[in-house]
Nanobody, 119 residues
Framework: QVQLVESGGGLVQAGGSLRLSCAAS????????MNWYRQAPGKQRELVASITNSGRTNYADFVKRRSTISRDNAKKTVYLQMNSLKPEDTAVYYC?????????????WGQGTQVTVSS
């Protein structure tokens, strides 16, 4: 059974930094794209950043130059380093990954980690 578990969220003042982590576990043969999404109260879930298994990255305009997505394939983990945080970055951040497991290839989601930025 494949699982994604996020960590690293919390309360931070505006201008501060956080590093989110998401570790995949289970009978995994390969992990393709890994992504971070976020969902603020009353808003739709939106893509924050993505990274392919070869390391190519893509960012939403609202986090460009403030965030860095990276991954450690040996640890089956993706990271999101967020700097210069703003109150509007407050949201639940979710990890998402395209994973080939023993049973099938599918898209998996983590349970989310809360990020709160105070002004």
């Amino acid at each position: 059974q494949v699982q994604l578990v996020e960590s690293g969220g919390g309360l931070v003042q505006a201008g501060g930094s956080l590093r989110l982590s998401c570790a995949a576990s289970g009978s995994i043969f390969n992990i393709y794209d890994m992504n971070w999404y976020r969902q603020a109260p009353g808003k739709q879930r939106e893509l924050v950043a993505s990274i392919t298994n070869s390391g190519r990255t893509n960012y939403a305009d609202f986090v460009k130059r403030r965030s860095t997505i990276s991954r450690d394939n040996a640890k089956k983990t993706v990271y999101l380093q967020m700097n210069s945080l703003k109150p509007e970055d407050t949201a639940v951040y979710y990890c998402n990954a395209d994973i080939l497991s023993r049973d099938r290839r599918d898209t998996y989601w983590g349970q989310g980690t809360q990020v709160t930025v105070s002004s």
